[in-house]
T-cell receptor, first 111, second 117 residues
Framework: QKEVEQDPGPLSVPEGAIVSLNCTYS??????FMWYRQYSRKGPELLMY????GNKEDGRFTAQVDKSSKYISLFIRDSQPSDSATYLC???????????FGTGTKLQVIP | EAGVAQSPRYKIIEKRQSVAFWCNPI?????LYWYQQILGQGPKLLIQ????????DSQLPKDRFSAERLKGVDSTLKIQPAKLEDSAVYLC???????????????FGSGTRLTVV
């Protein structure tokens, strides 16, 4: 079993839709959770990070962590064609510990 | 601030040849990482440096991969000899420590796309 599981998609939605991206994990030591966006032929770009359980909002993006279920989500409201990219979840147990990435979910927002 | 610089952007080599990648992190970022991203997969950590010391190289195939970070700034990752399965994007990232605390979130470079034929 992989430490971090993420549905690879692809996920195709119409412009303006609410998008839900999810990851599950098995390591209960994970405390820091991150979401990266990766455009084709580019390096991953940090979107959001959260510590422990709860919600964090930044513009159209909301990150949600449920440590009891070992489940994290990223919601994108009013999705735009420019949101079309691969979204990677990432997490670690803190400090200088190794960050483990999911495989990424490819999202396409259709105009 | 300037981003993480990597070169070359693309490289095609034959198996058993050697190749080297270069990374210049964001100024002041003490921690530098090399990741391997195979098509359709998430990045996998190869090696992590803190200044010029190695923090984690547990997933670096040391029989063929080597990395150094001279003077705690630029870094070079080398593969010798290359295998077909080394075809991937090699990403460099750096992060900042402030007040003894890690400021979360890596900044990645655009990567070097390696094709081994």
């Amino acid at each position: 079993q992989k430490e971090v599981e993420q549905d690879p998609g692809p996920l195709s939605v119409p412009e303006g839709a609410i998008v839900s991206l999810n990851c599950t994990y098995s390591n209960s030591a994970f405390q820091y959770f991150m979401w990266y966006r990766q455009y084709s032929r580019k390096g991953p770009e940090l979107l959001m990070y959260t510590y422990s359980s709860g919600n964090k909002e930044d513009g159209r993006f909301t990150a949600q962590v449920d440590k009891s279920s070992k489940y994290i989500s990223l919601f994108i409201r009013d999705s735009q064609p420019s949101d079309s990219a691969t979204y990677l979840c990432a997490m670690n147990s803190g400090g200088y510990q190794k960050v483990t990435f999911g495989t990424g979910t490819k999202l396409q927002v259709i105009p | 601030e300037a981003g993480v610089a990597q070169s070359p952007r693309y490289k095609i080599i034959e198996k058993r040849q050697s190749v080297a990648f270069w990374c210049n992190p964001i100024s002041g970022h003490a921690t530098l990482y090399w990741y391997q991203q195979i098509l359709g997969q998430g990045p996998k950590l190869l090696i992590q440096f803190q200044n010029n010391g190695v923090v984690d190289d547990s997933q670096l195939p040391k029989d063929r991969f080597s990395a150094e970070r001279l003077k705690g700034v630029d870094s070079t990752l080398k593969i010798q000899p290359a295998k077909l399965e080394d075809s991937a994007v090699y990403l460099c990232a750096s992060s900042l420590v402030r007040g003894g605390e890690w400021v979360y979130g890596y900044t990645f470079g655009s990567g070097t796309r390696l094709t081994v034929v």
